[in-house]
């Protein structure tokens, strides 16, 4: 029909967000050290997780930002999701026992294939708290 016009294709005219960036492979670590202490080990993986909740809020804080600014964004919900908790579970071998208790234990893949009916199994579950801050009559803070 003369005179009609003709609808544009929506998704050739949406603009790519300039925040998504490829998703890039990562190679398989090597673990240079092939036991340790089991309190530290179980501290650093607590310590991993919260450090990834961080790098997640950061990139949110970005993304809401990016949603805020842009006309077509603003018009959908936020993405997002929550880390509750982790659940892993580990194997190792039990090194040794020092003095006081400290547990040392070993991680290295050919030890634990000979010792494969005395390797140890651990879960351990990491279940996020948020944490508050309270202030006393006297000004002193308080962490929960």
Do not use: H, W
Not at 61 to 76: A, G, M, P, Q, V
Request: aromatic share 6%.
């Amino acid at each position: 029909m003369p005179g009609r016009r003709v609808r544009k294709d929506v998704a050739r005219d949406v603009k790519k967000p300039d925040f998504v960036e490829p998703v890039k492979p990562v190679d398989k670590p090597e673990i240079a050290v092939k036991k340790a202490p089991l309190r530290e080990l179980a501290a650093s993986i607590t310590l991993s997780a919260l450090s990834a909740k961080k790098l997640i809020d950061m990139e949110l804080s970005k993304i809401r930002k990016e949603y805020e600014k842009d006309e077509f964004l603003r018009n959908f919900p936020l993405p997002g999701f929550e880390i509750s908790e982790m659940e892993l579970e580990l194997n190792f071998a039990v090194d040794e026992v020092k003095d006081g208790g400290e547990v040392i234990v070993s991680f290295d893949e050919e030890k634990l294939s000979k010792l494969s009916g005395a390797i140890s199994k651990m879960k351990m579950k990491i279940v996020g708290k948020s944490l508050q801050q309270f202030e006393t009559i006297d000004g002193q803070k308080i962490v929960k």
